[in-house]
C-alpha cells in the first residue's frame, strides 16, 4: 500500500518532537538522581585523608615559591631534599586525617609532630583547611581550627627515639621519606616510610601506619622498624600546671597516660590520651618536652591509639569527668 508523503512526514515530525521532548527529561531525571547520590556520598562520610602540594611554582633554597600557585591533592608523595619546616609546600605541612569528630596532621618534615584540628562540626573540612591563607588554620573559624600548642615536642602521639636521658631524636637525619593516603568506607589512612633515619648513633628504617574509623576520635598506630633499636617511644606535649593521668585496663593487659586542661592556643580544655600495651613498654617517663612511652626494643610491630577531646567539639566532652569516662571505658574495650 503506498502511504501518502504529508502524512508520513506528519508523522515523523510528531515522533521526533515526542523524543526530544521525552529525552531531556530523562536525561535530567538521570542527572539529578546521579548528582543526589555524589551529594549523599558526599554527606555521609565520616572519615577522610589527604595530602596536597602546592603547583606552579619553584623551589629557591628550601623555600617553594611563585605567583598564582595552586594546591594539588596526590595520593603519595616522597618529600624533596628541599623540604623541611616552613618550606611553604605542603597544605599545613604535612597530611591530614579526620573522622566527623577530630582532625590530625602530621608535620611532614624534620618535626615529624602530630598537630590537632579541633572541629566545631561534623563534617570533613581537610580539604579546605589551609587554602585561602597558608596559616589561616591558627584563626578560629566556624569549622574550628588548629589548637594544639605543639612547640618542640611529639604533639600527641607521634615517635622519636629516647636517648634515655632527657631528649628525643625526632627526624632530622633521614636519607628519605615518603607518605601515602588511604580512603575507603572502613576509614582513612595515612602511611609513612622513612629510609635511614639515624639516632643515637644507630640506623633504621621506619614503617608508620595511622588510621581512623568513622564516628572515632581515636586514631590507630603501627610502627614497623627494620630491626630492634633502643629508645623508640611515643609521647603526649607536657605543660607546667596540667597533670599527668595514668590508668591500667581491669585485665592488665592496656594501659593509658592521659592529660586534661589549658594545653590549646585558644586557650580552652583539651583532653589527650595514649592508650599501649602493657608487654610492649619498657617504661614510662618525661623527656624535655613530653610525657613519653619508651618502648622495649624490637624488630615486630608496635601499636598503640591515640585520641583528642576538645572543649568546644560538637556535642563533644567538654568537662574533665566526662573525659575520664571516656577513656576509662575505652581502655576497657581495647
Same mark, same amino acid.
Not at 44 to 57: L, Q, W
Not at 238 to 259: H, P, R
Not at 323 to 331: K, M, N, R, S, V
Given at each position: 500500500?503506498k ?15 515526542l ?12 542527572s ?50 628541599s623540604l ?5 609546600y =605542603?597544605r599545613?605541612?604535612?597530611? !591530614? &586525617?579526620?573522622? /566527623?569528630?577530630?582532625?590530625?596532621? +602530621?608535620?611532614? @618534615? ?18 579546605k ?11 578560629d ?6 589548637i ?41 589512612? =595515612?602511611?609513612?616510610?622513612?629510609? !635511614? &633515619?639515624t639516632? /643515637?648513633?644507630?640506623?633504621?628504617? +621506619?614503617?608508620? @601506619?595511622?588510621f ?7 586514631t ?22 596540667v597533670?599527668?593521668l595514668?590508668?591500667d ?11 586534661y ?38 624488630? /615486630? ?5 591515640f ?8 556535642e563533644?566532652?567538654s ?16
Amino acid at each position: 500500500m503506498k502511504v501518502n508523503q504529508p502524512i508520513l512526514g506528519g508523522l515523523l515530525a510528531v515522533i521526533f518532537l515526542l523524543s526530544c521532548k521525552e529525552s531531556p527529561s530523562k536525561k535530567s531525571a538521570d542527572s539529578a538522581k546521579e548528582s543526589n547520590e555524589l551529594v549523599s556520598t558526599k554527606s555521609e562520610r565520616k572519615t577522610y585523608a589527604e595530602i596536597s602540594v602546592k603547583e606552579g611554582g619553584e623551589w629557591e633554597g628550601t623555600k617553594y615559591v611563585g605567583e598564582n600557585l595552586t594546591f594539588k591533592n596526590l595520593e603519595y608523595l616522597k618529600a624533596p631534599d628541599s623540604l623541611t619546616d616552613h618550606s611553604y609546600y =605542603v597544605r599545613y605541612e604535612g597530611p !591530614g &586525617w579526620e573522622s /566527623n569528630k577530630v582532625g590530625y596532621r +602530621l608535620y611532614f @618534615d624534620w618535626r615529624n609532630a602530630i598537630d590537632i584540628f579541633g572541629k566545631k562540626v561534623d563534617t570533613m573540612v581537610l580539604s579546605k583547611v589551609g587554602r585561602d591563607n597558608y596559616d589561616s588554620y591558627h584563626e578560629d573559624s566556624p569549622w574550628g581550627m588548629d589548637i594544639l600548642k605543639a612547640g618542640s615536642s611529639l604533639g600527641i602521639g607521634s615517635y622519636g627515639r629516647f636517648d634515655g636521658v632527657s631528649s628525643v631524636a625526632h627526624f632530622k637525619d633521614v636519607k628519605s621519606r615518603d607518605v601515602a593516603v588511604s580512603n575507603s568506607e572502613k576509614g582513612s589512612g =595515612v602511611t609513612l616510610n622513612y629510609n !635511614g &633515619w639515624t639516632a /643515637n648513633e644507630e640506623t633504621i628504617d +621506619l614503617k608508620t @601506619d595511622i588510621f581512623i574509623e568513622p564516628d572515632s576520635r581515636i586514631t590507630k598506630v603501627t610502627l614497623n622498624p627494620s630491626k630492634a633499636v633502643n629508645g623508640l617511644c611515643t609521647g603526649i606535649v607536657k605543660f607546667e600546671d596540667v597533670e599527668l593521668l595514668q590508668k591500667d585496663s581491669d585485665n592488665g593487659e592496656w594501659a593509658y597516660i592521659a592529660t586534661y586542661g589549658e594545653q590549646t592556643l585558644v586557650p580552652d580544655q583539651l583532653g589527650m590520651v595514649i592508650f599501649y600495651k602493657k608487654d610492649d613498654v619498657e617504661k614510662v617517663t618525661e623527656a624535655d618536652h613530653d610525657h613519653i612511652i619508651v618502648f622495649k626494643p624490637t624488630a /615486630n610491630t608496635i601499636t598503640y591509639h591515640f585520641a583528642a577531646a576538645w572543649e568546644k567539639e560538637k556535642e563533644g566532652i567538654s568537662t574533665k569527668d566526662g573525659f575520664l569516662a571516656y577513656i576509662d571505658e575505652t581502655l576497657n574495650q581495647l
